[in-house]
Each structure stands twice: as C-alpha cells, then as structure tokens.
C-alpha cells in the first residue's frame, strides 16, 4: 500500500495526440481517399509529438528530466518494436543519457509508468517525463484481438471467443444485469455520454461519429452483436466496445524544486495526494459483478490522501466497455453495487453534472491506444482543473479529481487522486 510521503508531488501539464483509427475522419484505412496517397503516424511519430507537445505546454527543459517512464503494452506485436525506454530517449537531444524505462500492465500500463514517476518524485527525483503510446491499427481485428487476449490468462481464456476481451465483459455484463436488473438502455446510455463528449472533443476517435439511445439500446445493423459465443453474443454490441486506436500521451511529473527549476508555482500544477495500485491473480476470476482490484486501489488512494469518494468533483475511469463504467463507479465508491446506472441516467455523470467522469469521451469516445490511457487520463484531469478543456471543459474548475486505470479483467489497478494546486 502507498503511504503519505512528506515529499510533494505535481503534475505539471501534459498533452494527447489524436487518437486514430478506423471511424476518424483523418484515418488512412482501404476505404479513406487518401488510401495509398499517405500513411498513418508510426508508433515513432506519435510518441514524439506527445512528449514535444508536453515539453512545450509546461515549458520544462528537457535537460532538466532526470529521468522517464513508457506505458506500452504490445509494441513488439502490433510493431514489431520492443525496447521503448530508448525510443523514449530518442525523442530529444536532451533526453540522451536519461534513465528511460518501459513499463507493461496489459491496459494499465499507462497508470504504471504514472506510478512510476510518483516513487522517483519521492525518491528524490525533481522533474521526471512520463509517456505512453500503442499502435493497434497494423493488423485485422481478429488478429488485433488475439495479440491483446494477452492481457487475459492466454492458456485458460483465449479459447472463449476470437474476441476474447469483448466476451469476457460480455460474460461480466450478462452476470451484472441478471444481478442487479440493469437493462440494456442503462448500459445504452454509457455510450450515448461517451460520444457526445467525444463530439466536443478535437483529439478524440469518434468526434465525427454520433450516436444515439435508440441504437446504444439495441443490437440492429448499425449496432450488432458480433460475438461468436452464444451465451454472451447478446450482451455485447459495437457501441459497448472501447475504439481500437493509435496514439500517445506524455506529462511531466515534477517535486516542488521541480516546479521551482520550470519558473513555476503549485497553482500552474495539480498535485497528485495519493495513489493505490493493487494486482489481482491471473488465474482466477471471482464475481463478476464487482470491480475488486479497482475498489482494493480505490481503497488504498482514499486513504493515503484523506479523501472520501463524495470529495472528488472529476473523474476518468477505465470503460474498456460500457458496463465497465458502470462497475468502476461503484467500485471506485461513488455509487453502490448495481446503483452506477442510475448516476448516468440521472446526468450526474454528464460534463454539466454534479460528477462529471470521462469529459473527453472515455475509451470508447475518445480512444483507447492502450499503453497511453493512464497517462492520457492524468492529462485530461489536469486540463479540467485548470480549465484547458474547451468545448468540454466543466462549468467551474473541479478542485478533486479520479483516475483508475485498469490492466486486464480488473487484474491490475491504478487509482490516483489529485487536487487543483491553485
């Protein structure tokens, strides 16, 4: 478990690339007019406009980075490219030299690498990059789909379905709506949030694309089910299903000296006051209903920062699918087992709302290259705190804020709280 550390911690800013893929209008793919005219960004490429980005949005050295952590998942599958701390060196002149190290938790990777950052701060690091980055778009998407089953148990899950990942949450939305008699309209409405904030957003997958209750509550042709499993194939639609992305996201995480070393106070910064990270076995399941990993990490980052769950006014949480939303709500403490649907029915969870969560879109909205989304969500708390959202930014400037980032199944944890330093 985390503990309180007498050393400060801050996120100083950060930036997001364009998440990409197949539904974004400025993706390259075989039905696009520029097909064979241009290529989409390289694993390479959206990793360094990431980290030029947050150099430039917090105006820190780059020589002043003592030293760098990457989230990626399946680098070497999707692009045949291990070794990503030197490709995280790579990205400036100044970086040369630098300790840059690669993290791997499946889907929280991201949240890892933040982690990551957190200890080097309280170790006595002053000013540490961290980044994250996957391209996913290289292969179909049942090949896609076989290389992410990784972050399931491979040997004992992987024959479930040829989408493995959508057919385990299908088997957990199946178990979850028998539990608790959540229809499929409440999970439809997950969705309709989802891309009506995407819509607001410049850098998220789906900005063009709509959608409404009427198709998010219903398997049709414009939303079908397309699990082979028969027992699951009805719980899962397109619409319930994170996006298949390219991207990155990079922030600079720095001590007070750090802050200091960039010309800049708490109040240009959020700090970070606790954070949980809990990791669950591979090899068993439990209930389904219930998010327990992320409620351990919940529990573990509450209580580190002398935070209750009603304190935090923004979150982003992990929806890999639409009941995953649902089920981090609760687990994350904002609403009781089977009572996360009603927050969405009822608006709180809206960008107007009481308790605005995923502003940008989420991972179905905005994007999922796995290896970015923990580090793209500290950047998006960052951006509502500091009222940098745009055309989603909240009404007023939250002064608490949520992420939980999710590795697996609800394997592998990440829960970060943070407060508006100014």
């Given at each position: 478990?985390?503990?309180?550390?007498p050393r400060?911690?801050?996120?100083?800013g950060?930036a997001?690339?364009?998440f990409?893929?197949?539904g974004?209008p400025?993706f390259?793919?075989?039905?696009?007019a520029?097909?064979?005219?241009?290529?989409n960004?390289?694993?390479?490429e959206?990793?360094?406009?990431?980290?030029?980005?947050?150099?430039?949005?917090t105006?820190?050295d780059?020589?002043r980075?003592?030293?760098?952590?990457?989230g990626?998942?399946?680098?070497e599958?999707?692009?045949q490219?291990g070794?990503l701390?030197?490709?995280?060196?790579?990205?400036h002149?100044?970086?040369?030299?630098?300790a840059?190290?690669?993290?791997e938790?499946?889907?929280?990777s991201?949240g890892?690498?933040?982690?990551s950052?957190i200890d080097?701060i309280r170790?006595?690091n002053?000013?540490?990059?961290v980044?994250?980055?996957?391209?996913?778009?290289?292969v179909?998407?049942?090949?896609g789909?076989?290389?992410?089953a990784?972050a399931s148990h491979y040997?004992r899950q992987?024959?479930?379905?040829?989408?493995t990942?959508?057919?385990?949450f299908?088997?957990?939305?199946?178990a979850y709506?028998?539990?608790y008699?959540v229809?499929e309209?409440?999970?439809?409405?997950?969705?309709?949030k989802?891309?009506?904030?995407a819509?607001?957003n410049?850098?998220a997958h789906?900005k063009?694309r709509?959608?409404?209750?009427?198709?998010?509550?219903?398997a049709?042709d414009r939303?079908?089910?397309f699990?082979?499993?028969?027992?699951?194939?009805?719980?899962?639609?397109m619409?319930?299903?994170?996006?298949?992305s390219?991207?990155a996201?990079?922030?600079?995480?720095?001590s007070?000296?750090g802050l200091?070393?960039?010309?800049k106070?708490?109040a240009?910064?959020i700090?970070?006051?606790?954070?949980?990270?809990s990791t669950a076995?591979?090899?068993?399941?439990g209930d389904?209903t219930?998010l327990?990993t992320?409620?351990?990490?919940?529990?573990?980052?509450?209580?580190?920062a002398?935070?209750?769950p009603?304190?935090?006014?923004v979150?982003?949480v992990?929806?890999?699918?639409t009941v995953?939303?649902?089920?981090?709500?609760?687990a994350?403490?904002f609403?009781?087992?089977?009572?996360?649907?009603?927050l969405?029915?009822?608006?709180v969870?809206?960008?107007?709302?009481?308790l605005?969560?995923?502003?940008g879109?989420?991972?179905v909205g905005?994007?999922?290259?796995?290896?970015a989304?923990?580090?793209?969500?500290?950047?998006e708390i960052?951006?509502?705190?500091?009222?940098?959202s745009?055309?989603?930014?909240?009404?007023?400037?939250?002064?608490i804020?949520?992420?939980?980032n999710m590795g697996?199944?609800?394997?592998?944890?990440m829960?970060?709280?943070?407060?508006?330093?100014g």
């Amino acid at each position: 478990m985390s503990t309180a550390h007498p050393r400060r911690v801050f996120v100083l800013g950060g930036a997001n690339t364009a998440f990409i893929g197949k539904g974004h209008p400025d993706f390259v793919w075989k039905n696009h007019a520029d097909f064979g005219k241009r290529e989409n960004p390289t694993i390479e490429e959206h990793l360094a406009t990431a980290v030029a980005d947050a150099f430039t949005t917090t105006g820190v050295d780059p020589e002043r980075v003592d030293k760098g952590y990457i989230g990626n998942f399946v680098g070497e599958l999707f692009c045949q490219q291990g070794h990503l701390g030197a490709a995280l060196a790579g990205c400036h002149p100044g970086l040369a030299g630098k300790a840059m190290t690669r993290v791997e938790a499946a889907c929280a990777s991201g949240g890892l690498a933040l982690a990551s950052a957190i200890d080097a701060i309280r170790a006595g690091n002053d000013t540490v990059l961290v980044a994250g980055v996957e391209v996913q778009t290289t292969v179909s998407a049942r090949e896609g789909a076989d290389y992410l089953a990784r972050a399931s148990h491979y040997r004992r899950q992987r024959s479930i379905d040829e989408f493995t990942f959508p057919a385990l949450f299908g088997r957990r939305t199946k178990a979850y709506r028998e539990r608790y008699g959540v229809t499929e309209e409440d999970i439809g409405r997950v969705a309709v949030k989802a891309y009506a904030n995407a819509n607001k957003n410049p850098l998220a997958h789906m900005k063009a694309r709509k959608m409404d209750l009427a198709t998010a509550a219903a398997a049709g042709d414009r939303n079908p089910c397309f699990l082979q499993h028969p027992e699951y194939a009805p719980f899962i639609k397109m619409s319930d299903c994170s996006q298949v992305s390219d991207g990155a996201s990079a922030c600079l995480v720095v001590s007070e000296a750090g802050l200091r070393a960039a010309g800049k106070t708490p109040a240009d910064a959020i700090e970070i006051v606790g954070y949980g990270h809990s990791t669950a076995s591979l090899y068993e399941d439990g209930d389904l209903t219930q998010l327990w990993t992320t409620k351990a990490a919940a529990e573990k980052a509450y209580a580190v920062a002398g935070i209750v769950p009603k304190d935090v006014q923004v979150a982003e949480v992990h929806d890999c699918f639409t009941v995953t939303e649902l089920l981090m709500l609760e687990a994350v403490g904002f609403a009781d087992p089977g009572q996360g649907a009603a927050l969405v029915r009822d608006g709180v969870t809206n960008i107007d709302g009481a308790l605005p969560v995923n502003t940008g879109g989420g991972l179905v909205g905005f994007g999922h290259p796995v290896g970015a989304t923990g580090v793209k969500q500290a950047v998006e708390i960052w951006k509502q705190m500091k009222g940098r959202s745009g055309a989603y930014q909240m009404p007023s400037a939250p002064g608490i804020g949520l992420t939980a980032n999710m590795g697996g199944d609800d394997r592998t944890v990440m829960v970060t709280l943070y407060r508006n330093a100014g």
